[in-house]
């Protein structure tokens, strides 16, 4: 069966460190992966996707940026934190193999990561 | 582009009663639709989905929704919540053959009281 991990689980960053959080999914290969983003008091906003090695869509300006090194490998990352970078961060996959284009493959998300900028 | 509207951000009632979660989408093009649970500090689960066929669509934790077109709604519907359905619900549409994104709600924390 597949799963989703996400590490860390917490991390407290002081504004402007860097950062490196990272998702992997095992038990499939070849999915599209994703980056949300959770507010306090918001939805979900999509961050980036990706659809194999080395693609990555960027949904929105921001100072966040994202990395794909292994097929089952999603990292997201920042030079420097800002206070607005803090959320909740979830980490999702899908099957890349979607057939015709109007099917649909459900998206698994891992268990996140609370991100806290002071 | 598809957007998402869940009218209440909070909805509180009391174990045993029924509930209903609010959602209304806009889209130029046919739709799937979703439903999705979290829980504190969990990922999101997924409760249920509409992709063609019926328009009730059953899923988990005793949970229904009913699409209606003409209305551009899919709201979320349970006989009889319990404490365990404490939660925040996050309807989710995804454009029929478009990219693979899902455009999420805000979402409606659910408080079920004793």
């Known amino acids: 069966s597949q799963t989703i991990h996400q590490w860390p689980a917490t991390l407290v960053q002081p504004v402007g460190s860097p950062l490196s959080l990272e998702c992997t999914v095992e038990?499939?290969?070849?999915?599209?992966l994703y980056w949300y983003r959770q507010a306090a008091g918001r939805g979900l906003q999509l961050l980036f996707y990706?659809?194999?090695?080395?693609?990555i869509s960027s949904e929105v300006p921001q100072n966040l940026s994202a990395s794909r090194p292994q097929d089952r490998q999603f990292i997201l990352s920042s030079k420097k934190l800002l206070l607005s970078d803090s959320g909740f961060y979830l980490c999702a996959w899908s099957s890349g193999t979607s057939g015709r284009e109007s099917s649909y493959n459900e998206q698994f998300f891992g268990p996140g990561t609370r991100l806290t900028v002071l | 582009a598809q957007s998402v509207t869940q009218l209440d951000s909070q909805v509180p009632v009391f174990e045993e009663a029924p509930v209903e979660l609010r959602c209304n989408y806009s889209s130029s093009v046919s739709v799937y639709l979703f439903w999705y649970v979290q829980y504190p500090n969990q990922g999101l689960q997924l409760l249920l989905k509409?992709?063609?066929?019926?328009?009730l669509v059953k899923g988990i934790n005793g949970f229904e929704a009913e699409f209606n077109k003409s209305q551009t709604s899919f709201h979320l519907r349970k006989p009889s919540v319990h404490i365990s359905d404490t939660a925040e619900y996050f309807c989710a549409v995804k454009a029929g053959g478009s990219a693979r994104q899902l455009t999420f709600g805000s979402g409606t924390q659910l408080t079920v009281l004793p």
């Open positions: 038990g499939t290969s070849n999915p599209n």
């Open positions: 509409y992709l063609s066929g019926s328009t």
């Open positions: 990706s659809v194999g090695i080395g693609q």
